[in-house]
């Protein structure tokens, strides 16, 4: 279990690493793609766990990150062709999506309260680490307003995920 947890966590710090952890400037449309990466994955984790998952709080939340984060990838994808910018994709998006498809193939293999213990689990420590890199760098980065107030209404809505993630975990053990 700790093993799990320890690899989701490093695999969500590629957020932290490369570019950014090298304090290089990104650019809006890098931005963009990052966040709207970070989406996707919670959405492709959620869907899994609608059909894997055995608790129904578990299932309810699953269902809920597959609302949210829909809603949200698609108020991004309306900003991005109002400003007519194109998302950039990047290092960080590029480790993000294979760390993520590396964890999903992981969660797959497991069945039951082991599977609903360790989706939770991803989730508090992805939510975490997502809203740590809204907060730290990616909000503080971005150039564009609009952009700025997406990723700021983001963070709360991913905040409160969060605190429901935890909710989750704790009646779990």
Known sequence: MFVRLSIAVAALSLLGSAALAQNAKLT????????????VIDINAA?????KASNKEVKAFAKDMVRDHEAVNEQALDLVKKLKVTPEDNDTSKALSKQASDKLAE???L???????AYIDNEVAYH????????TQLIPSASNPELKGLLQ???KIFQGHQQHAEHVAASLK
Request: hydrophobic fraction near 35%; charge should be positive.
């Open 28 to 39: 809006d449309p890098q931005i963009a793609h990052i966040a709207y990466t970070a989406g």
């Open 47 to 51: 869907k899994q766990a609608e059909t």
């Open 107 to 109: 969660l797959a293999k």
């Open 111 to 117: 069945k039951g309260a082991a599977y609903d213990k």
């Open 128 to 135: 975490k680490t997502v809203n740590t890199a809204l907060e």
């Open 153 to 155: 209404t983001g963070l």
